[in-house]
């Protein structure tokens, strides 16, 4: 496996594989790798010749600075598990080699990016759509390969690929879990086992939408999120947000439309934030 | 000369052509072709194997209305004129094709973006930035020529494409004039005879600048804006601003820094507004 930190060794690299006629997938992280990414690397090498993996915890999109100060990081680690999983290049660059000094460029996806994540972390969209926009022409994929963990995430890059016509084919990955259902996080390691049994509310608040929906014909989303709301608020995390939401616009909507909906939750657990969904 | 309307098409005959191995040069334009038009295709051709001009005025740059409805068409002469000039493929899309129902992406270079130009026309340059971004994915040149009179233009375009390591080449062509001094702009056609007087002053107190600078060692820009002012005012046109700043920052100097600074002059006569420019 290829370690490249500099942009320009990244382009030259890659640009004589694609030469070549090598399909590349890209997988952009923020590191501290775990069993999610290492799922995300599968898919990718199913998709395509070369695999490249970028590892930068992108300031931009951290609204808090206390959040990407504990930000857990570990690249020694990182690198061996990207290696094992089958990563031919990891791009590492350092934050002065992505936002050099006099850099004054954003990106942003209007409407979808000032919501639920959006409401919460002003400007983290946007962070998200700019460094995404300059990793993508820094590597010219043919796939980028993302979870779906971050659903509204995935559903704004979707967004801006389709409007400004980039040559990438996005590809989301369900989300991969732990053994008692808490979603695969690089923040998981920062709580304590008292936080992380209030984390596991969001599972279990999920698993009853499903049950809802599908065993007691719930469709009503005031209701189902009311049932949300209580599972939640009895483990003591704090609720960010509960919606059910169209997976599109990510609008609110009055009733489930199966196949096309996202119920969407955000929970504190003393300083660490956590997300988890579910599609319905 | 390849007419394409609809970017799968151009998508497709352009990816081959880079296939083949053949050099691209981009030339934008919003149409109503003049002979600047012209000089820039000769540098395209000078550049790459295929020259691409895109026509397409872009709604989304005009800040008033009324100037968009005004704005200068002529599909057919351009076409001819294209074709003449050895541009191999026209790219004129409509504005559905470019920004279909939901489009929400922007893109956006601060501080450069919001002061001149930008200060009397908001939100003009996230709407050419946004353009060009599409563009430059639709059409992957490896050369991109721009015309010098949009100065503060190209100084925001030079930095988007370096800020997001966009595979480009910027190239910049010296403003042509017509006989009398007055810059080609596709707006000239709009001006009244007297109009046109009063809008040559914009060179005359250009041209005044170099003798003070030149001939009589004047640097400092506060008398040299003086006489600016004083030559467009007496001529009867509205000075929207004069300003001398540096090339690369576009902020105001006190003292010209030769070979660093542009002079960049606005007005208005009647409903028309024109600007022009000059680099010391």
Redesign the interface.
Known sequence: MEVIRQ?AAA?KLLREESSKGRSIAFVPTMGALHPGHRRLIEVAREKADLVVLSIFVNPTQFNDPEDLQNYPRDEEADLKMAEEAGVDMAFVPTVEEMYPP???????????SSKLEGASRPGHFRGV?TVV??LL??I?PDYMVLGLKDAQQFTILQ??LD?????TELTGVPTVRERDGLAWSSRNVLLTKKQRRQALSMYRALKRTHFLVKKQGILHTGELLQAVRSVIQTSGAELDYAEIVSRVTLEPLDHVERGGTYVLLAVRVGKVRLIDNTRI
């Open positions: 942009i382009k006099g850099f004054l460029t954003s990106a942003n996806v209007a409407r979808l759509c926009l300059k022409h820094i010219r967004h801006l409007d400004l016509c980039i040559d």
